[in-house]
C-alpha cells in the first residue's frame, strides 16, 4: 500500500518562498514500473486544481500556466520524495497543497486519475 505524506506548509507574505515535500512510503519504486506523481491544490470553495506533474521514468514535468516560472518541482529519488518549491507567492496561491501518484507514466490533469493522495499541507499567503 502506498501512503504519501505532505509537509512544508505554512504562513507566507506576498513575494515569499516556501518548499513544499511529499514523502511516499510503501516503495513505490518496488510496486510499479512506471508512474507519475503530481501536486494539485484546493482553494476553499474551489474544485481541486492541478499545479505540477513529473513522470517518474523520464523526469518530464508539466506545470499550470498559474504557477509556470513561479514554482518547481524536483524529486530525490533515494528518498522517494517530490518537492515544490514555490517562490513569488500570491494570495490566490494560498489552498491546501496535495501531492497524488498513479501508476501510469501520464501526466493528467484531472484529479480522478490519481489514486494514491496525502492528506494536504496548508499553504496560506498574505497581502
Known amino acids: 500500500q502506498v501512503q504519501l505524506v505532505e509537509s512544508g506548509g505554512g504562513l507566507v507574505q506576498a513575494g515569499g518562498s516556501l518548499r513544499l515535500s511529499c514523502a511516499a512510503s510503501?516503495?513505490?519504486?518496488?510496486?510499479?514500473?512506471?508512474?507519475?506523481m503530481v501536486w494539485f491544490r484546493q482553494a476553499p470553495g474551489k474544485e481541486r486544481e492541478f499545479v505540477s506533474g513529473?513522470?517518474?521514468?523520464?523526469?518530464?514535468?508539466n506545470y499550470s500556466g498559474s504557477v509556470k516560472g513561479r514554482f518547481i518541482m524536483s524529486r530525490d529519488d533515494a528518498r522517494d520524495m517530490v518537492f515544490l518549491e514555490m517562490n513569488s507567492l500570491k494570495p490566490e496561491d494560498t489552498a491546501v497543497y496535495y501531492c497524488?501518484?498513479?501508476?501510469?507514466?501520464?501526466?493528467?490533469?484531472?484529479?480522478?486519475?490519481?489514486?494514491?493522495w496525502g492528506p494536504g499541507t496548508q499553504v496560506t499567503v498574505s497581502s
Open positions: 510503501g516503495r513505490m519504486f518496488s510496486l510499479f514500473v512506471e508512474y507519475t
Open positions: 497524488a501518484a498513479t501508476a501510469r507514466p501520464d501526466i493528467s490533469y484531472m484529479a480522478s486519475e490519481y489514486n494514491y
Open positions: 513529473m513522470i517518474w521514468i523520464d523526469g518530464t514535468t
